[in-house]
């Protein structure tokens, strides 16, 4: 079986996954990893198979937020398959597993093109209900690449609450609008910065952004998740909040947006 892209190629279904979901973002630093890692883990806690497809080949930074940073996957040289690392009951595979910490990755496009394409077809995903791809931010090789390729489900934006932000969450809607996948709706990351001390919201970075764009796109927010210290802080000890503190406050968040995607 095989779709047809807007170019007329052939789209690959990989065999054994159900949906392929961007997590994607107009701009970088909006919070695009710390959603896909969290949804991920959210998702495969209420028993779906979930994998997590790190396709930021510049700067990826899944290996970390999984706590696997440092672990090598299995590759099979003779079938060319890559086999996925697992951790917190989701599959993810990342170029960041195949390089050193600190090599930068000096690549042109085509082969940013060759090294998502190898990611998607030759790791052995098995059954998954969910795929979830962390997608690099803009609208470059990687995003032409994944939907000229296999069948995208649909794509989560995410985006913080500022103008700027929201101006290049747009160029990402329009981006997927063209490449006839639908916007399954938006994450406004960053929402409100709650105080640790006292527990009060401030709405440092505007409100109001992300509900304009989706009546402009007639896509939904799928979740507002406010800027809080505990969310960063799991992050970077490589242990995501819903797998930290699954029922924290701030879990919950991911844990009702996994029920909307
Ligand atoms: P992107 O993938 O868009 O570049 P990241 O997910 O790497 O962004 O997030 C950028 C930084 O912001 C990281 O240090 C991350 O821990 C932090 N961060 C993201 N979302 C939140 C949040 N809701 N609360 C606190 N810190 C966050």
Redesign the pocket.
């Known amino acids: 079986m095989s779709a047809k892209t807007t170019q007329g190629q052939a789209k690959e279904h990989l065999p054994g996954v159900a949906n392929i979901v961007a997590v994607a ?1 107009g701009k ?8 896909a890692v969290n949804l991920a883990v959210a998702m495969a806690q209420t028993g779906a198979r979930v994998g997590l497809l790190d396709a930021d080949i510049y700067g990826p ?1 899944i290996p970390r937020m999984m706590g696997l940073a440092g672990y090598k996957p299995q590759i099979d040289y003779d079938t060319k398959t890559i086999h996925p690392l697992e951790n917190y009951g989701v599959k993810t595979i990342s170029i960041g597993y195949m390089i050193e910490d600190n090599q930068a990755m000096l690549w042109r496009g085509p082969m940013v093109a060759g090294a998502l394409s190898q990611l998607l077809t030759d790791v052995a995903w098995g059954e998954l209900d969910y795929l979830f791809v962390d997608m690099p ?1 803009g609208t470059g090789d990687a995003q032409l690449t994944l939907t000229q390729k296999v069948p995208v489900t649909g794509a989560v934006l ?1 985006t913080t609450p500022q103008d700027i932000a929201l101006l290049d969450c747009r160029k990402g809607i329009e981006m997927f609008r063209k490449a006839r996948v639908p916007a399954l709706g938006i994450v406004e ?2 929402s409100q910065f709650i105080c640790p001390n006292c527990g009060h919201a401030s709405a440092i970075f505007a409100e109001g952004g992300a509900e304009r764009l989706s009546q402009e796109f007639k896509t939904e927010v799928l979740a507002h ?5 505990k ?2 802080e799991k ?2 000890e490589g242990t995501p909040i819903v797998a930290a503190f699954p029922d924290s406050e701030q879990a919950k968040h991911y844990t009702a947006l996994a029920g909307e995607v």
């Open positions: 973002s970088g630093g909006v919070g695009k990893s710390t959603t930074s931010p995410v990351n960053m998740i406010p800027l809080d210290i969310i960063r992050a970077d």
